[in-house]
Structure formats: C-alpha cells, structure tokens
C-alpha cells in the first residue's frame, strides 16, 4: 500500500467534497456534496474511482497543488485553465503528476466549479458517515473548513499509470445553461399563474452573493398570491424559493434541510451543475418539465458513465474532432 | 389547480419537490395531530421502506421522502405511501418525557428583561411561564440539533426581531414568533434568548449523536449557575443530564 501526500498551496473556497451526508437531515444537517454532482462523477469515474469517492472541489479562488511521489488525478468541469510542468492542457483532463512539479487551476471565462479526483483514497475522519465540508457547521473535510495553504492530503493506496496528460473526452459537460430545467412546485400554488409564466419566460441574472448554500437570482420581482410565509417544510437541492421580495433563490449544497418560503419550483437533478456553473453576472432562463422528462435526463446522465471514459492524449498538432470537443474551446484554451 | 381541502388530515397531498423528492403534506398549519400523521408516516416508511427511499425528513405539517428515481417510480412511491397503514407506525416509540436543566440567570439569559418589558410582566414571571410549560419537538432544522418546539405560553408570543441580534451561545433556549427553540450551534439569530441548557442536543461523540425526536416533549428546569456548571462539565464529557420525566399515573 502506498500512501502519497498532495500539497495545497493556495486555493481559495476549495473543499473536500464525496457524495454528501445522507441521512441526518432529520436532525438539521446540511448533506453538503458537490455543487456539479455530474462533474464530481467524471472525474472519480476517469481514474476508476467509486463514483463517490472524496474529491477536491474547486471555486472561482482556483487551486495550486503539488505531489511529493508521482500521482494519477482527474480534473472535471468548471472550464478552468489548467498548467502542470510547463504546459497548458484543457480543461477536462487525466493525467499523472510529476513529483513537485506544481498543479494549477485558474478559473476561466465560464464556469465555476471544477473537481480534482485522485488515484487513490483521500485519507479523512469522516462526520456522520460522510467526509463532504459544511464549514457552517464545522462538519467533514480537514477540522470542518476549506482547504489552504500549507495542508497536505493523505492518499491512500495512491496510484501513478496514467501518465502524459490526456484529455477526457466527455462531452456530456460541454453544457450551455440555455434553458434550465425545472418540475413547478412543490408550492407552486402559491403564486398566481401569469407570475408562473413570467417566472419562467422572463430571463434572469445570477448575482454575484451566491456560494454553495444557493445562487441569488435578479430580476422582475414575483409577486406572491397569498403570502410569503409558509410553515416550514423540507427543501430538496435545487429548490427555487421566493421569500418576500420576490426574487428568487435557488437552494444549493450547502442549503438547510428546512425551511419557510414558498418554493415555485425544483431545478432537475440533470441540471442542477448547470445552473452552479454559471458565473456572476450570467444569465438563465428556465423551463418547466414532467417528472418523466427529469428522470429521462437523470438516466441520461448515469448511462453517459456507465463505461469507462475515453482518453485521448494531448497532442499539439493533429487534433481529432473528438479531442477538440474534449478541449472545452468556449473557453478559448488551446493548449 | 385543483386543491384537496387541507382540513382532512386524511387525505395527505402529495407534491413533488422534483423528480427526487416528494412531500407528503397533512395540512399547512403547526397543530400536534397534524404532526402526528407526519410522524406515523415517518415511523411506518422506516419500519417498511421501499427500495430507492434516500432519506425522509419530518416537518411541522408534511413529511418530505429523498428517493432514487431510478430505482423507484414516482407512481410505485405513491402507491407504497398509501398502502401504508397506521400499523405499520405501531412500533413508532411514543413520543418521550424529558424534562430539560436550564439556567435563567441573566448571564445565560440574555435577553430575558428585554422579553418582559415587551410583554409586559416581571422576569419571575417569565421564567415562572416558560419553564411551566410543555413542549413538544416538532422537528428539526436550520442547523445540526437546532430543535423547533411548539407549546409556548401566549402570553410569550413576541414576533421575532426585526433584525438579529449576535450569535447565541451554544445550548441557548430561544422564542421567536410564537414558538419555542433549543439551539445547539451558535448562530445570529432573530430569536430572544431566555436560558442556557448545559445539556448537548447534539454530539457526535456521544451515542445517541442527536437526543431528542420529533414527537418528544420537554419541560425546562431552572437551575442555578453553580449546578450549571456542575452539569455542563458532566455533559461536555459525554453524559445525558437530561432526564426523563416519570411517566404520567
């Protein structure tokens, strides 16, 4: 067995995040977990990883690691700029580190969250059952906070065969938040339907106060049909409440179990990474489908990772179609 | 939209909160038989729970259902909620006495002379109405072992602060709009704070993590700051100084 250490040596509102904490929202806990679930699998699933396997979550603050001893990592989503040793390399790519050789992720022009996997266990005492971070209240990841410089992780059973990068070729990221998509309700009743309808035809812009607890949407405020306090009851991620200024707020990870404002409608689960990969100052739109159609797009997804993913090495001159697909070229990176 | 009229508790709504999550909703106001549905239903789906059932979360009025649609249709969950029967909730333990230590002291009470100039009655008396009461947990949220309690006196029924005040300390005992609180992380909050328990809603070291379940009642103790403290350290090394109340003759 072998135990490799991965240096952090920046990275702001970077966490450790696995598939959350289920189970204990009946007490108040917050399940926390990625904020682009299908991204956090990609990447665990490139290196072969339990789908839900501890990662490194990465924010807008970008990321700067080292290795001491060689080491396979996956990074996914988020379409950052990526350089190792000297190179550049798209965004969704494998690759074994080189020892001390440094790792950087800098956000990009679009997208917001991307996920570092890595070859092996991430060594964390996990909090009721799960090593997800809620740093509200202190739970999982290194003593209940964000990463920083000068930690070290611990990766057990560390693998190093991937070698020379290779670019992912998973062009079920290669989203565009054009419509997102969402199933009304569960209080849906509270609002009048012309509100409805302007809900869902009028565009919005997500502002810059988001986190991973939700994404504060601006726009024409809607007005609700009887009240904005209801009893509280049980928020689902993605949940799209309106307190009383009428400005919808989409509940995220981070959210609370629980809670007091009519809720209009339920991003999908398909496309929740969607939404959280929308920058500041972007735009959504959303669209209202059946059930059957949320759980055809959540099929979709779990199908795309069903076999293993396909690897194609970097290469500066003969690019393949498939590869450039691979390179995320909205954000312009080349290599 | 059609409405099933809210009053018949017999008839629950079932309303989606997307395609991974159903909320089974017994009424829209914070009433004991309400929650009651809402919690046989809780106890009958984990003693027989389908297969793709995540995680359920009881709330005052309505019982939320996390599940796996791909394991588990929207249609068969339905259908397995309705066939669920009040035996199934028979093994559901009936809701627990506790009666809860408390300390009112102005230093742990924070703002218990700003409650009674507000409503209009001495700090005795206060103290003499909340800790006269029964309370029953109607759920938990906001934050891990943050525990809603129903059964405050009227006459304590102040809306909550316009704005919050500082955080809390851990274990304050809180009211806010008509209801009662237990908080366990400190926090801002819009709440008054009234006494401090030294006992831990919820500690992961300690078996069991979270003490208290929806359905549970509790009844506060005052005590003073020397038996505070006294119980505090007893607790902080992993004791439950909560008691259990002796049954009812």
Same mark, same amino acid.
């Given at each position: 067995?072998?135990?490799?250490?991965?240096?952090?040596?920046?990275?702001?509102?970077?966490?450790?995040?696995?598939?959350?904490?289920?189970?204990?929202?009946?007490?108040?806990?917050?399940?926390?977990?990625?904020?682009?679930?299908?991204?956090?699998?990609?990447?665990?699933?490139?290196?072969?990883?339990?789908?839900?396997?501890?990662?490194?979550?990465?924010?807008?603050?970008?990321?700067?690691?080292?290795?001491?001893?060689?080491?396979?990592?996956?990074?996914?989503? =988020?379409?950052?700029?990526?350089?190792?040793?000297?190179?550049?390399?798209?965004?969704?790519?494998?690759?074994?580190?080189?020892?001390?050789?440094?790792?950087?992720?800098?956000?990009?022009?679009?997208?917001?969250?991307?996920?570092?996997?890595?070859?092996?266990?991430?060594?964390?005492?996990?909090?009721?059952?799960?090593?997800?971070?809620?740093?509200?209240?202190?739970?999982?990841?290194?003593?209940?906070?964000?990463?920083?410089?000068?930690?070290?992780?611990?990766?057990?059973?560390?693998?190093?065969?991937? =070698?020379?990068?290779?670019?992912?070729?998973?062009?079920?990221?290669? &989203?565009?938040?054009?419509?997102?998509?969402?199933?009304?309700?569960?209080?849906?009743?509270?609002?009048?339907?012309?509100?409805?309808?302007?809900?869902?035809?009028?565009?919005?812009?997500?502002?810059?106060?988001?986190? &991973?607890?939700?994404?504060?949407?601006?726009?024409?405020?809607?007005?609700?049909?009887?009240?904005?306090?209801?009893?509280?009851?049980?928020?689902?991620?993605?949940?799209?409440?309106?307190? =009383?200024?009428?400005?919808?707020?989409?509940?995220?990870?981070?959210?609370?179990?629980?809670?007091?404002?009519?809720?209009?409608?339920?991003?999908?689960?398909?496309?929740?990474?969607?939404?959280?990969?929308?920058?500041?100052?972007?735009?959504?739109?959303?669209?209202?489908?059946?059930?059957?159609?949320?759980?055809?797009?959540?099929?979709?997804?779990?199908?795309?990772?069903?076999?293993?993913?396909?690897?194609?090495?970097?290469?500066?001159?003969?690019?393949?179609?498939?590869?450039?697909? =691979?390179?995320?070229?909205?954000?312009?990176?080349?290599? | 939209?059609?409405?099933?009229?809210?009053?018949?508790?017999?008839?629950?709504?079932?309303?989606?909160?997307?395609?991974?999550?159903?909320?089974?909703?017994?009424?829209?106001?914070?009433?004991?038989?309400?929650?009651?549905?809402?919690?046989?239903?809780?106890?009958?789906?984990?003693?027989?729970?389908?297969?793709?059932?995540?995680?359920?979360?009881?709330?005052?009025?309505?019982?939320?259902?996390?599940?796996?649609?791909?394991?588990?249709?929207?249609?068969?969950?339905?259908?397995?909620?309705?066939?669920?029967?009040?035996?199934?909730?028979?093994?559901?333990?009936?809701?627990?006495?506790?009666?809860?230590?408390?300390?009112?002291?102005?230093?742990?009470?924070?703002?218990?002379?700003?409650?009674?100039?507000?409503?209009?009655?001495?700090?005795?008396?206060?103290?003499?109405?909340?800790?006269?009461?029964?309370?029953?947990?109607?759920?938990?949220?906001?934050?891990?072992?943050?525990?809603?309690?129903?059964?405050?006196?009227?006459?304590?029924?102040?809306?909550?602060?316009?704005?919050?005040?500082?955080?809390?300390?851990?274990?304050?005992?809180?009211?806010?709009?008509?209801?009662?609180?237990?908080?366990?992380?400190?926090?801002?909050?819009?709440?008054?704070?009234?006494?401090?328990?030294?006992?831990?809603?919820?500690?992961?070291?300690?078996?069991?993590?979270?003490?208290?379940?929806?359905?549970?009642?509790?009844?506060?103790?005052?005590?003073?700051?020397?038996?505070?403290?006294?119980?505090?350290? &007893?607790?902080?090394?992993?004791?439950?100084?909560?008691?259990?109340?002796?049954?009812?003759?």
């Amino acid at each position: 067995m072998t135990t490799a250490r991965l240096k952090i040596l920046s990275g702001a509102g970077a966490t450790l995040q696995d598939a959350g904490r289920h189970g204990y929202m009946r007490y108040g806990v917050t399940p926390a977990g990625p904020m682009d679930p299908l991204a956090f699998a990609t990447a665990n699933r490139a290196l072969g990883n339990d789908l839900g396997a501890t990662a490194v979550e990465v924010s807008v603050g970008g990321l700067s690691v080292a290795a001491e001893t060689p080491l396979d990592v996956a990074i996914a989503g =988020g379409g950052f700029r990526i350089e190792h040793d000297g190179r550049t390399l798209p965004s969704n790519v494998a690759l074994t580190l080189k020892a001390d050789s440094v790792l950087t992720l800098k956000a990009g022009s679009d997208g917001a969250w991307g996920y570092l996997a890595v070859g092996g266990r991430i060594d964390v005492a996990p909090t009721l059952g799960s090593a997800a971070t809620h740093t509200r209240s202190g739970f999982g990841g290194l003593d209940g906070r964000a990463l920083r410089a000068g930690d070290a992780l611990a990766v057990e059973d560390a693998r190093a065969s991937v =070698g020379e990068p290779a670019a992912m070729i998973v062009p079920w990221l290669g &989203r565009r938040p054009d419509r997102i998509r969402v199933v009304l309700g569960p209080q849906a009743d509270a609002f009048a339907s012309d509100e409805i309808e302007a809900f869902l035809d009028e565009g919005w812009t997500v502002t810059a106060r988001g986190d &991973r607890m939700a994404c504060f949407l601006k726009g024409r405020p809607l007005r609700h049909a009887a009240g904005h306090d209801i009893v509280s009851d049980g928020i689902a991620m993605g949940a799209i409440q309106v307190p =009383g200024d009428g400005l919808p707020i989409v509940l995220m990870a981070d959210r609370q179990p629980t809670g007091g404002y009519p809720k209009i409608a339920t991003v999908i689960g398909a496309d929740l990474g969607r939404l959280a990969q929308v920058q500041a100052g972007g735009g959504v739109r959303f669209a209202a489908v059946s059930i059957d159609e949320a759980v055809a797009a959540r099929r979709a997804e779990r199908d795309a990772l069903a076999p293993a993913i396909r690897l194609e090495p970097v290469v500066r001159t003969a690019f393949s179609s498939e590869f450039l697909l =691979g390179l995320n070229l909205i954000d312009g990176v080349t290599a | 939209m059609t409405e099933t009229p809210l009053s018949d508790l017999e008839t629950p709504r079932f309303l989606d909160a997307g395609e991974a999550a159903l909320v089974v909703e017994f009424g829209a106001t914070v009433d004991p038989a309400v929650n009651d549905r809402v919690l046989e239903l809780d106890a009958a789906l984990r003693a027989r729970t389908p297969e793709g059932v995540v995680e359920t979360v009881p709330t005052y009025r309505s019982l939320m259902i996390h599940y796996d649609p791909l394991a588990l249709d929207r249609s068969a969950l339905v259908e397995a909620v309705k066939g669920l029967s009040r035996d199934d909730a028979s093994e559901r333990a009936p809701g627990r006495a506790w009666i809860v230590p408390c300390c009112y002291d102005p230093a742990f009470g924070e703002d218990l002379i700003e409650v009674a100039d507000k409503v209009g009655v001495t700090p005795e008396e206060v103290m003499a109405l909340h800790s006269g009461a029964d309370y029953r947990v109607y759920m938990y949220g906001f934050a891990p072992g943050f525990a809603y309690l129903g059964g405050l006196p009227q006459t304590l029924g102040l809306p909550r602060r316009p704005t919050p005040r500082p955080p809390h300390p851990e274990g304050a005992l809180m009211i806010g709009g008509g209801l009662a609180a237990v908080a366990s992380f400190p926090m801002p909050t819009g709440w008054y704070v009234l006494a401090r328990t030294p006992e831990r809603l919820f500690s992961a070291r300690r078996n069991p993590t979270f003490l208290f379940e929806a359905g549970d009642t509790l009844r506060f103790e005052a005590v003073d700051p020397e038996t505070f403290a006294e119980l505090d350290a &007893r607790a902080g090394a992993g004791e439950v100084v909560a008691r259990r109340a002796e049954p009812q003759a």
